[in-house]
């Protein structure tokens, strides 16, 4: 490859987070909102994500795309949408996860084929968050939408975990996930939330 391509392949990567040549997605974040100074999943992350997902995806590729992330978690609605993007492709999708596999981003994690955690890095499991105003009928609403997507994210947890432990049951997720639940990555790939430790 000349020096123009690999210039052109920097500049590239730099602007949308994509490596073409190594088929490799860096999930970030774009903005400052949340307090720690990263927003994790918004609309802004999640749209550039799914796009550069949708890209690689048009091709078959040997090695799958790889998703490198490092995430704190962040809006329910928008990490669904990655989940799906990510179980609808017809590559193999490998998630390394620096860092942060928290919330939002520890479900996500769960869509790849291939979850690996590096030594360091940290998952954290726990209810979503919400805050709801307004009439008592429209908070009772919110209320009854919160309760399922609860139910499809704990639903997703609860298969991978059984898969090591069969009779883990409902009742001992939603118990765990009263409080935040950290997970090393050997917790992880005990629970069968993870696959391996990156070496």
């Not at 492709?89 to 994690?109: E, L, P, T, W």
């Not at 890095?121 to 307004?134: A, K, T």
Request: charge should be negative; charged fraction near 25%; include cysteine.
């Amino acid at each position: 490859m000349s020096k123009t391509n690999h210039k052109n392949e920097f500049a590239v990567w730099h602007e949308y987070d994509v490596l073409f040549g190594d088929n490799t997605i860096y999930m970030g974040s774009h903005g400052d909102d949340w307090e720690g100074g990263e927003s994790g999943v918004d609309y802004a992350m999640a749209e550039r994500l799914i796009k550069n997902l949708h890209i690689l995806d048009k091709r078959v590729h040997d090695d799958g795309i790889t998703i490198k992330m490092n995430n704190v978690g962040g809006d329910i609605y928008h990490g669904l949408a990655i989940y799906d993007a990510i179980i609808t492709c017809q590559n193999k999708i490998k998630i390394i996860a620096y860092g942060h596999a928290m919330s939002m981003g520890s479900f996500i994690f769960q869509a790849a084929d291939e979850r690996i955690m590096s030594p360091n890095s940290r998952m954290m499991i726990h209810y979503g968050q919400g805050g709801v105003h307004g009439h008592m009928k429209d908070v009772y609403r919110h209320t009854e939408e919160l309760k399922a997507l609860d139910k499809i994210i704990n639903t997703v947890y609860l298969e991978k975990i059984k898969e090591s432990k069969p009779r883990f049951t409902m009742k001992k997720l939603e118990d765990q996930m009263n409080f935040d639940w950290f997970l090393s990555p050997a917790d992880a790939i005990d629970y069968g939330l993870c696959d391996k430790v990156l070496e």
